[in-house]
């Protein structure tokens, strides 16, 4: 088989994600663009400004990334891009250019689901796992729980109810005063605490099922915010009981499915799943079940364009298209993935 590049292209929230994969070398190209700073006065990402600013930087990132690969565009095999789920502003961004450069440069184009590119990021890895295996996606709008016994044969064991474990860390850091984003800030603070706050509760674990809910974490830490004087230790140590408690339960829940389906393998993937202590966690808890854990590398956590690329590489191999219309999906559940 001649040699495949892939261009990838993610925009589905507030970073602008460009990369190429390369099917003998991997990923050969990778720039990311947050607009945290953007973003950061208000405390949260607003969606016009996110379309805007992908508006902005999309093409000088797509034009970068080619340059360092050291590509021309006669040598890219197919464009894949993020369909959705995400903003509906955002994604038309990264929609409309890459169908306008696939018909340009006369290559198919890809959509590809946001959520099946970060459980695939692991694969880019030189450890990587073989099907089937369990997947966490834990991130700022997603916390499932997912069997996965083949590309595109996914199946939603369980999910939040509510809020997602990232965008509970993001809300509770924001009662505390932290800075936008405040999760990976609180995980910091974390770090610091002394414990001697009181435990937190592992919601929804005192019942059967594989579901979440953070919702009512949130409060509850926010309640002792205000009972306790806010010292720099108190708040340490309120950081340190809230994230025992998100990775307890993430972790009691992955241990649930792992006798469930009997899976030995586990893919930890979605911008929570840089932190350190669950990371720990469930390393300890495969390990103990006789099974292994596997994560993507730090930068390829978050929203990036090489877990889009490399997924685009798998279907391109199915030579899936998406032809010329323009669609994209802010809602779109991984159980009813299509590429279209």
Sequence with gaps: MDNIRILGIESSCDETGVAIY??????????????????????????????RD????????????????????????????TQGPGLIGALLVGATVARSLAYGWNKPAIGIHHLEGHLLAPMLEDERPDYPFLALLVSGGHTQICEVRGLGDYRLIGESIDDAAGEA????????GLDYPGGPLLAKLAEQGDGSEKRFPRPMTDRPGLDFSFSGLKTFAANRVAAVE????????????????????????????????????LVVAGGVSANKQLRHKLAQLMSAQGGQVYYPRAEYCTDNG?????????HYRQRQDAGLAIEVFPRWPLSEKVCS
Excluded at 236 to 265: E, H, P, Y
Excluded at 306 to 314: D, K, N, T
């Design 306 to 314: 090489a877990m889009i690329a490399y997924a685009g590489f798998c």
């Design 54 to 81: 992908h508006v902005r930087k999309i093409i000088p990132l797509i034009e970068q990334t080619l340059a360092e690969a050291n590509c021309k565009p006669q040598a890219i095999s197919a464009i894949a891009y």
């Design 230 to 265: 806010q010292t720099p230790q108190n708040m340490a140590n309120i950081a340190q009981a809230f994230q025992d408690a998100v990775v307890d339960t993430l972790a009691i829940k992955c241990k649930r499915a792992v006798k469930q389906t009997g899976f030995k393998r």
């Design 169 to 176: 860390f993001d809300k509770t850091a924001k009662i505390m």
């Design 22 to 51: 390369d099917s003998e070398q991997g990923i050969c190209a990778h720039q990311l663009y947050s607009q945290v700073k953007l973003h950061s006065e208000y405390g949260g990402v607003v969606p016009e400004l996110a379309s």
